[in-house]
């Protein structure tokens, strides 16, 4: 009996089966994110089932908006394709469901407007922030570093999470010039920008050593959080992790025990 043959598709019938152009297809291969499977004797690229599942992986992280050079270091990272898949399906479904509560509030906004109903200020916001990342926080920090930062949080006036943004976007552009001006982690001027991100982070919770380096990882291996530096600078994340190491090698603390 003839073994049956392992299904591939053309370029040309990949590109229409996602939706992605054939142009875009080859620009990925020249970058490395998606090679084919092989070249047939006509010159035709040839694709198989490992090559699509990569190819969704590729496109999920695009919808979060991450840019090709990030997205090739995030997919080098994650060696399990289950393990990928299920971290990304765990990111829509929360932002499906924080969606869902927005327009629950926004949906009542319009009744409110429409009745001539009065809204308390409380429930004009209600919903706009709830944070997705809670119960992942909880798994790697525990309940009390959890409930410590949004105690916190919680204490600041609108002016002081106003303060609070504004820093982060100040801290992520001037890490941003570093990396374009191509100086080393342990450079003085990038960890004197990793010392005020460590700040920044202390506003909310204090790391140790261990923790902030943990921390530092999150931001190169979860996508949710490489989008949020990927919009300063590609490959900014990655630098940000290398400078976090430095810092916490020479001015922190152990985790204890």
């Given at each position: 009996?003839k ?20 142009r ?8 490395g994110?998606?090679?084919p ?14 090559e ?7 496109l999920?992280l695009?919808e ?7 997205i090739?270091?995030v997919l ?8 990928a898949?299920?971290?990304?399906r ?33 429930d004009?916001f ?6 997705p990342?809670?119960d992942?926080?909880?798994q790697?920090?525990g309940d009390?570093?959890v ?21 982060a976007?100040?801290?992520?552009q ?6 374009d001006a191509?100086l ?10 990793v ?12 790391p ?6 943990g921390?530092g990882r ?10 949020f ?11 940000l ?17």
């Amino acid at each position: 009996m003839k073994q049956e043959e392992v299904p591939s598709w053309s370029i040309a019938e990949l590109a229409k089966l996602s939706r992605v152009s054939s142009r875009t297809l080859r620009h990925y291969h020249q970058l490395g994110l998606l090679a084919p499977a092989y070249t047939g004797h006509n010159g035709y690229r040839y694709y198989r089932r490992t090559e699509l599942l990569r190819l969704q992986r590729i496109l999920l992280l695009r919808e979060l908006g991450l840019g090709l050079e990030t997205i090739g270091e995030v997919l080098n990272g994650q060696t399990n394709q289950l393990d990928a898949l299920g971290v990304h399906r765990k990111w829509l479904l929360a932002e499906r469901d924080r969606l869902d509560r927005m327009a629950r509030t926004v949906e009542a906004t319009i009744s409110a407007l429409q009745q001539g109903d009065a809204m308390s200020g409380e429930d004009i916001f209600k919903d706009f922030d709830s944070n997705p990342y809670e119960d992942e926080a909880r798994q790697r920090w525990g309940d009390k570093a959890v409930e410590d930062s949004k105690a916190r949080h919680a204490a600041m006036g609108d002016a002081e999470k106003r303060d609070f943004l504004a820093e982060a976007e100040a801290i992520n552009q001037e890490l941003a010039d570093c990396l374009d001006a191509g100086l080393p982690a342990d450079d003085a001027r990038v960890q004197a920008a990793v010392e005020r991100h460590y700040r920044w982070v202390c506003v909310s919770w204090t790391p140790d050593a261990d923790s902030y380096v943990g921390l530092g990882r999150m931001y190169v291996e979860d996508p949710r959080f490489t989008a949020f530096y990927e919009k300063s600078r590609a490959g900014l994340a990655p630098y940000l992790l290398e400078g976090i190491k430095v810092y916490a090698a020479s001015r922190l603390s152990p985790a204890a025990g």
